[in-house]
């Protein structure tokens, strides 16, 4: 995900805009699928003791 | 069997990627300082903390569990010269929490008064503003182009437009001016006339969609847990609130253009410190929106009314490695002095103070490790922020004030406290800073739960004050004091039809320093700096060439201005009697 990140930044500074389209897509498609995985997770219940 | 001259693919093709990176990354580096030597300054001045001469007593309420978010986020603070004799007043937000808010008790904020002997008055109840709502921040701007400035408050559940009366006191217009509608959870907001009708138009950023009886329970799910411990529950998790802008329709009322503007926020995020800024020089306004937890927006205008959002095309939308930052204050400066206004954001801890390189363009590039922020401000969660010239040297400093949002952390022995020390690095001259916290005297080494900070020339002597809003307790004035004599300039300028000239740029020369700022409503955390501005000079005793770019279009040049004075600039007349570019007092009513 990180390197999709990158390497779009890196494409744009370098005028190859389509490469740096096709990046940030790649980028988009994890950090969605990322953040659902997040929301799952971060909705359950806390322990109930406190360790 | 292989060869041994066959070699194998895979190295070869390391080989050709790591040659197209590196080539990929010289091209990244253009647009970027030339690398040179940091320059260490002389003495430095000595940050001291002066609240208790000033007299300035206020308390903002809190309750110590901070059982749920909407307690953590109040705390924004505005320089206003609310009755314009040139004197920097002050006015502190302040906000209940959701026992005294749910049993109909209400918060204090509060105006001082300047009264140009390095004191201050409360005059809060004759100025009418003690009661706006739970505030969470204040703007300033000038809605009716009247020449007296308005405050703009940002509230749990609405926002509140003060109409400056002239005449010491304020009244709520936010009826009459068409924004009563807006009832949601504001926190940013920011005047700007972003289509250059001449009137200032108004973008507030709102937080999350939030009930306070149906509240998310303390520690109920892993949402509000940190490291462990059960805290109070968000942003993850929260729904967020759209965003909204008003065009001020030249009447004193404006009309919700959002979403035909483009900027109403679809994605409902949680929207925190809002900026229009020319970042790209062009005379058109960007507007600049920091989002708690997610990307940042950066709207582009096209100067008829309408944005696209480039946050993360111009690489201000997350931090680079990808992610997704708690992006809470905003400070815009041009540190480097390459002409553009760069922009630093604070956030929570484990991530950094992000620094934000103005390539020009509408380029930025993360600068946040090699400029030596990133690694001192890991371990705190910052809110307000500022470039300021803290020496006086013509290059912009960097302060921040911090402070958590879980008092539980203290209780939990996990190495983070509660209460956090505030920050100033010192631009070094060639892209970097040095943290001088310990260098620069005691005060702001004291840990306290930071949230708003304004900077500005409090007492009009050349020496920019920073005020500081807690959570907790009082507030604090820092005045750098001490260090070299060096010289300055402010300036207060005044549009033809703006009268505060909003957005209006100025390149000042002065030998081989070479500055530039901008007029600016809101920026820090939910906070208003000085809208006057102010350039260190360093040794040189007069700005030889000082350029300004109105809002209208138009521009002028003015030339020789002796240093180590403020001087009042009209658009179209030059330099003139401040008392010209100043509405006359109206008499109490």
């Keep these: 995900m990180i390197a999709h990140f990158r390497l779009s930044g ?42 | 069997m292989k060869s041994k001259t066959q070699s194998s693919p895979v190295p070869g093709l390391l080989a050709v990627l790591a040659f197209g990176l590196a080539g990929l990354c010289l091209h990244a580096q253009r647009g970027g300082p030339a690398v040179t030597s940091p320059q260490e300054p002389g003495p430095l001045p000595r940050l001291a903390d002066i609240t208790a001469s000033t007299k300035l007593r206020f308390n903002h309420l809190a309750s110590p569990d901070k059982k749920y978010i909407v307690e953590s986020m109040s705390g924004g603070v505005a320089l206003i010269d609310y009755d314009r ?75 509140v437009l003060y109409r400056n009366n002239g005449d010491g006191s304020f009244a709520s217009v936010t009826r009459e001016a068409g924004l009563a509608g807006d009832t949601m959870w504001a926190m940013g907001a920011a005047f700007g006339d972003y289509d250059g009708d001449g009137f200032q138009d108004l973008f507030v950023s709102h937080y999350a969609a939030y009930d306070l009886h149906d509240l998310p329970a303390f520690g109920s799910t892993l949402n509000c847990v940190y490291h462990t411990i059960k805290v109070q529950c968000g942003p993850a998790g929260l729904k967020g609130s759209p965003d909204s802008l008003y065009h001020n329709n030249g009447d004193g009322t404006y009309t919700d253009v959002s979403k035909a503007a483009g900027v109403e926020d679809t994605k409902n995020l949680l929207g925190l410190t809002a900026v229009w800024s020319d970042l790209d020089n062009d005379g058109k306004l960007e507007l600049f929106v920091a989002n708690d937890g997610a990307q940042n927006y950066l709207y582009r205008s096209d100067g008829k009314g309408h944005f696209r959002e480039i946050g993360l095309e111009s690489d201000v939308a997350l931090d680079e490695n990808g992610n997704a930052l708690a992006n809470m204050g905003v400070a815009a400066g041009d540190y480097l002095h390459n002409g553009y206004p760069s922009i630093a954001i604070t ?19 993360d600068v946040s490790n090699i400029s030596n922020i990133a690694r001192a401000t890991t371990h ?81 002597d050349g020496v920019l004050e920073v005020v500081v809003e807690n959570l907790e307790g009082q507030p604090v004035i820092f005045r750098p004091e001490g260090g070299p004599p060096h010289h300055w300039i402010t300036l207060e300028l005044a549009g033809a039809r703006d009268k505060l000239a909003l957005n209006a740029r100025v ?83």
């Design chain 1, 10 to 51: 890196l494409y744009r500074r370098a005028g190859r805009t389509a490469d740096a389209a096709r990046e940030m897509e790649a980028f988009r498609h994890y950090q969605e699928l990322k953040d659902k995985l997040s929301k799952v997770f971060k909705g359950r219940t806390a322990p109930a003791k406190q360790p």
């Design chain 2, 85 to 159: 004799d040139g004197w920097p007043d002050i006015y502190f937000t302040n906000a209940p929490d959701v026992g005294m808010q749910l049993a109909g008790k209400k918060a204090r904020s509060a105006l001082f008064h300047n009264n140009r002997d390095r004191t201050f008055t409360d005059v809060t109840d004759k100025a009418g503003v003690a009661y706006p709502c739970w505030a969470n921040g204040a703007v300033v701007g000038d809605y009716n182009n009247d020449g007296w400035p308005d405050l703009f408050v940002t509230c749990f559940g609405g926002v």
């Design chain 2, 347 to 365: 956030h929570f801890s484990e991530q950094y103070l992000q620094v934000l390189r103005n390539d020009g363009g509408l380029r930025f590039t």
């Design chain 2, 380 to 460: 705190v969660v910052g809110w307000g922020d500022a470039f300021f010239d803290f020496d006086n040297d013509g290059w912009l400093d960097l302060i921040a004030v911090n402070g958590h949002v879980y008092p539980q952390v203290d209780e939990a022995n996990i190495g983070i406290n509660y209460r956090e020390p505030g920050q100033l690095f010192l631009n070094l001259r060639n892209g970097t800073f040095r943290d001088v916290s310990g260098q620069v005297g005691p005060a702001l080494k004291v840990p306290r739960v930071g949230r708003g900070l304004a900077a500005g020339d409090l007492f009009n």
């Design chain 2, 507 to 589: 390149k000042i020369t002065a030998g081989d320093l070479i500055q530039t700022d901008e007029v600016r409503s809101s920026g820090s955390y939910l906070s208003q700096n000085d809208l006057r501005l102010h350039f260190g000079l360093a040794a040189h005793r007069r700005a030889d060439k000082v350029e300004i770019f109105w809002r209208s279009g138009a521009s002028e040049t003015l030339t020789g201005l002796d240093a180590d004075h403020a001087y009042c600039i009209k658009e179209g007349s030059g330099v003139v009697p401040c008392g010209s570019i100043r509405p006359a007092r109206v008499s109490p009513r």
